[in-house]
């Protein structure tokens, strides 16, 4: 069953070059019910959104700025997620923003039972990542579009193709606590139970940071992991199933 999802956009904070790409990324995880954006709609920065929200359904929000250096429109896209909370015609929220004031709003918002996934650029501060039960960065979503209406977001989008996350070893040391944590007496993890583990864990973890589009083949291309894939028991799908190959070292040594 799809979640019902409120997607609330930060305009003052987030690049418009993505919109179709992220609306089709947010359409994975449920139905967004509620689309609105949040700005100031008299100021030329915003131009490039009006066409777009047009084609994609989403709600402009008019916010003035009525004091310089504050950010009125971060306060009225709370205000409007707690209104839409106590409704209670959704299970959980998208909030579109690069903004760490938005923190206490994820956390307030997973207290009261809601699914949240943020999605930002890569410039995130982790406090907002982390409130998060999910977080994408925008520059990993797949230009799918053909006709670009600017020469900047084609040049956005191809940069994003191009530059990829290296595994850190501290990813690696990530994946294998994981696959340590579920493992069975023989050191395999099912996969599906490693990629759910690992998303609690650091709720930025997408394999689509380093270039690959799913789970399985990032797995494969760390040569310190073996994947095995098996027949479930009516023999009808294939299961995939994970583990250290130092792990089984040591376990052969003894």
Known sequence: MDLNLAVLIDGDNIP????????????KYGNPTIKRIYGDWTNPRLNKWKT??????IT???QYGYTQGKNATDS?????????????????????????????????????????FGIGEKKTPNPFIVACDKFIYIEILKNQSQDDDTADSSEEKSKAKTEYDKIT???LRLIATTISDL???DGWAFLGDVGSLLQKKQPNFDSRNYGFQKLTP???????????????SKGRKKLIYVKMKEQARSRAKK
């Open 16 to 27: 418009s070059a993505y919109v179709k790409e992220m609306m089709e990324e947010i359409a």
């Open 52 to 57: 777009v929200l047009l084609e994609n359904a």
């Open 169 to 171: 070893s501290k990813q």
């Open 218 to 232: 990032l797995l494969q291309s760390i040569k310190a992991i073996e994947v095995e894939r098996r027949e479930d």
């Open 76 to 116: 009225a896209m709370i205000i409007d997620a707690m209104d839409v909370l106590y409704a209670g015609k959704v299970d959980g929220f998208c909030l579109v923003s690069s903004d760490s004031d938005f923190t206490r709003l994820a956390t307030r918002l997973r207290e009261a039972g809601m699914q949240v």
């Open 183 to 185: 493992a069975d007496d």
């Open 60 to 62: 402009p929000i008019q």
